[in-house]
């Protein structure tokens, strides 16, 4: 009877080791977006208010029916009066929807468009994009570069197809004759025929339709635009956006080998054990006496203060200020939320950039998903939301080595 029940115990850890797997796979598989469903339901023609420009642009937000559209700065230039048109579909509204230009850098050719009143938010069907985690970029991978194929009132998005490219260095740091900055971060491409007219301000997406930068002009290498400027000027302005991820074959196959072992090791314990063990008595907590009070003056003991560490700021805005840390703290540019703030001007430091928790004998930092990254002193770049331990006298920095933190206690 034992050994029958002990089999039915295997047999249903299996079913539901097996279960579990499929439902991740299908979860993450769900997650996966249609490529061409990218250019029907998100993105948009645009043009300037006089001129000729014009290009496209895409949906962003984090539900359907959406207020903001991304875009090259170059496609709606000239911007004289902080306006541009925005076209949902050339056959049913080929006059456009005149939009605001809330937000542009020229100097990365991004500009950020906000739909009037009575065609935003739920008065249209567009479909926000979703936004990759652009740490999972890497040379080698494919890319479709969307865009409306060419200006013309008889064209809908049904028409607009994408164009393969290949992705050949995935972090160059790249400026122009043109430029007043330097550009921290591109997506590079192969050469690719283009419509400049159509692609211009377009979204590039990964295998998942996941949007990882824009098209801009260049020459004479083509190059897009990182996504982690978008995702910086839509910060900026407190928009909030999707971030998802690709299918994770690693962490299935991780998963899988890990729930493998444990029916292993189930097994093993099914067949050996000959008869449950005595649960161990539990002492009970300690009770460590009190201190005497020698002057007999009837006084409570002294209780020890909690320990604490102190976070010292070496560069930057901060130079030379001193915080006691006893728990947690975030670090960053939105002084609502976080208890060391930089000024919400300062380039590099994300409104809530990371945060730093010591619990009374441990001290650790954690990315909190900031655009440009929070590092050792070592210049090795955290991953996000995974905590890192520091020692006493141990250094990180946000962004560059000009924003260094020491963690001593």
Same mark, same amino acid.
């Given at each position: 009877?034992?050994?029958?029940?002990?089999?039915?115990?295997?047999?249903?850890?299996?079913?539901?080791?097996?279960?579990?797997?499929?439902?991740?796979?299908?979860?993450?598989?769900?997650?996966?977006?249609?490529?061409?469903?990218?250019?029907?339901?998100?993105?948009?023609?645009?043009?300037?208010?006089?001129?000729?420009?014009?290009?496209?642009?895409?949906?962003?937000?984090?539900?359907?029916?959406?207020?903001?559209?991304?875009?090259?700065?170059?496609?709606?230039?000239?911007? +004289?009066?902080? #306006?541009?048109?925005?076209? $949902? &579909?050339?056959?049913?509204?080929? @006059? !456009?929807?005149?939009?605001?230009?809330?937000?542009?850098?020229?100097?990365?050719?991004?500009?950020?468009?906000?739909?009037?009143?009575?065609?935003?938010?739920?008065?249209?069907?567009?479909?926000?994009?979703?936004?990759?985690?652009?740490?999972?970029?890497?040379?080698?991978?494919?890319?479709?570069?969307?865009?409306?194929?060419?200006?013309?009132?008889?064209?809908?998005?049904?028409?607009?197809?994408?164009?393969?490219?290949?992705?050949?260095?995935?972090?160059?740091?790249?400026?122009?004759?043109?430029?007043?900055?330097?550009?921290?971060? +591109?997506?590079? #491409?192969?050469?690719?025929? $283009? &419509?400049?007219?159509?692609?211009? @301000? !377009?979204?590039?997406?990964?295998?998942?339709?996941?949007?990882?930068?824009?098209?801009?002009?260049?020459?004479?290498?083509?190059?897009?635009?990182?996504?982690?400027?978008?995702?910086?000027?839509?910060?900026?302005?407190?928009?909030?956006?999707?971030?998802?991820?690709?299918?994770?074959?690693?962490?299935?196959?991780?998963?899988?080998?890990?729930?493998?072992?444990?029916?292993?090791?189930?097994?093993?314990?099914?067949?050996?054990?000959?008869?449950?063990?005595?649960?161990?008595?539990?002492?009970?907590?300690?009770?460590?006496?009190?201190?005497?009070?020698?002057?007999?003056?009837?006084?409570?003991?002294?209780?020890?203060?909690?320990?604490?560490?102190?976070?010292?700021?070496?560069?930057?805005?901060?130079?030379?200020?001193?915080?006691?840390?006893?728990?947690?703290?975030?670090?960053?540019?939105?002084?609502?939320?976080?208890?060391?703030?930089?000024?919400?001007?300062?380039?590099?430091?994300?409104?809530?950039?990371?945060?730093?928790?010591?619990?009374?004998?441990?001290?650790?930092?954690?990315?909190?998903?900031?655009?440009?990254?929070?590092?050792?002193?070592?210049?090795?770049?955290?991953?996000?939301?995974?905590?890192?331990?520091?020692?006493?006298?141990?250094?990180?920095?946000?962004?560059?080595?000009?924003?260094?933190?020491?963690?001593?206690?």
């Amino acid at each position: 009877m034992k050994k029958t029940m002990s089999f039915k115990r295997i047999w249903s850890f299996f079913a539901l080791v097996a279960l579990l797997v499929s439902m991740f796979a299908f979860t993450a598989s769900a997650q996966s977006s249609n490529v061409s469903e990218i250019g029907r339901q998100s993105v948009v023609m645009v043009s300037a208010v006089s001129g000729g420009a014009a290009g496209s642009g895409f949906a962003i937000g984090t539900r359907n029916g959406v207020d903001y559209i991304i875009t090259a700065y170059s496609a709606v230039a000239p911007n +004289t009066t902080s #306006q541009a048109y925005v076209y $949902l &579909n050339l056959a049913t509204n080929p @006059g !456009g929807y005149l939009s605001t230009i809330v937000d542009y850098d020229p100097d990365l050719d991004l500009a950020l468009l906000r739909l009037p009143e009575g065609i935003s938010g739920e008065y249209n069907e567009l479909v926000p994009v979703t936004f990759a985690d652009l740490d999972s970029v890497s040379k080698g991978d494919s890319a479709f570069i969307i865009g409306y194929p060419a200006i013309s009132p008889t064209l809908t998005p049904s028409s607009i197809c994408p164009y393969p490219v290949d992705i050949i260095n995935a972090y160059a740091p790249t400026s122009g004759t043109s430029a007043t900055k330097p550009i921290m971060r +591109t997506v590079h #491409q192969y050469t690719a025929t $283009l &419509n400049p007219s159509s692609t211009v @301000g !377009g979204p590039v997406v990964n295998t998942d339709g996941q949007v990882i930068g824009v098209n801009v002009p260049s020459s004479p290498n083509q190059f897009v635009l990182s996504a982690e400027h978008i995702i910086d000027m839509c910060e900026k302005n407190g928009i909030d956006i999707k971030v998802g991820a690709g299918f994770p074959w690693l962490i299935v196959i991780i998963v899988g080998g890990v729930l493998l072992v444990a029916v292993i090791v189930l097994v093993i314990v099914l067949i050996l054990r000959k008869g449950k063990k005595a649960p161990a008595v539990n002492p009970g907590p300690v009770t460590m006496p009190l201190e005497p009070d020698p002057a007999g003056t009837g006084a409570a003991p002294m209780t020890p203060a909690a320990p604490t560490a102190r976070l010292i700021a070496i560069g930057g805005y901060l130079n030379g200020k001193k915080y006691n840390l006893a728990g947690s703290v975030r670090i960053g540019r939105n002084a609502a939320v976080c208890g060391v703030s930089y000024p919400t001007s300062t380039q590099g430091v994300s409104g809530v950039h990371c945060e730093v928790t010591f619990d009374g004998n441990v001290c650790y930092v954690k990315d909190l998903g900031s655009s440009y990254g929070t590092f050792t002193s070592a210049g090795v770049k955290l991953k996000k939301d995974v905590p890192v331990m520091l020692r006493s006298g141990d250094k990180f920095y946000l962004a560059s080595p000009d924003n260094t933190f020491e963690i001593r206690f």
